[in-house]
Nanobody, 117 residues
Framework: QVQLVESGGGLVHPGGSLRLSCAAS????????MGWYRQAPGKQRELVAA???????TSADSAKGRFTISRDNAKNTVYLQMNSLKPEDTAVYYC???????????WGQGTQVTVSS
């Protein structure tokens, strides 16, 4: 059974920074894809950034130049460094680990990020 636990969310002023972490327990393989999604009130969940087993990253246009995703396979952890935060970044952020062989995704419980003055 895979379980994901996010941390690092909170309240930050516009222009500030936060670093989200997502640690997984259970059987995880380094070939899995890891990613961060977010869901704002009244909106659909959307991809923020993802990272492949080969450390190839992809990110939403809204995140480019401000957010950086990284992973530590030895710790089964994925990170999201968020800089220059804007009020429109306010959302619940979810991490996702995707089993690229079995075709199954796992979600964390979410962590709230609020950007407000």
């Amino acid at each position: 059974q895979v379980q994901l636990v996010e941390s690092g969310g909170g309240l930050v002023h516009p222009g500030g920074s936060l670093r989200l972490s997502c640690a997984a327990s259970g059987t995880i393989f380094s070939i899995w894809r890891m990613g961060w999604y977010r869901q704002a009130p009244g909106k659909q969940r959307e991809l923020v950034a993802a990272i492949s087993s080969g450390n190839t990253t992809t990110s939403a246009d809204s995140a480019k130049g401000r957010f950086t995703i990284s992973r530590d396979n030895a710790k089964n952890t994925v990170y999201l460094q968020m800089n220059s935060l804007k009020p429109e970044d306010t959302a619940v952020y979810y991490c996702n680990f995707f089993d690229t062989v079995g075709g199954r995704g796992y979600w964390g419980q979410g962590t709230q990020v609020t950007v407000s003055s």
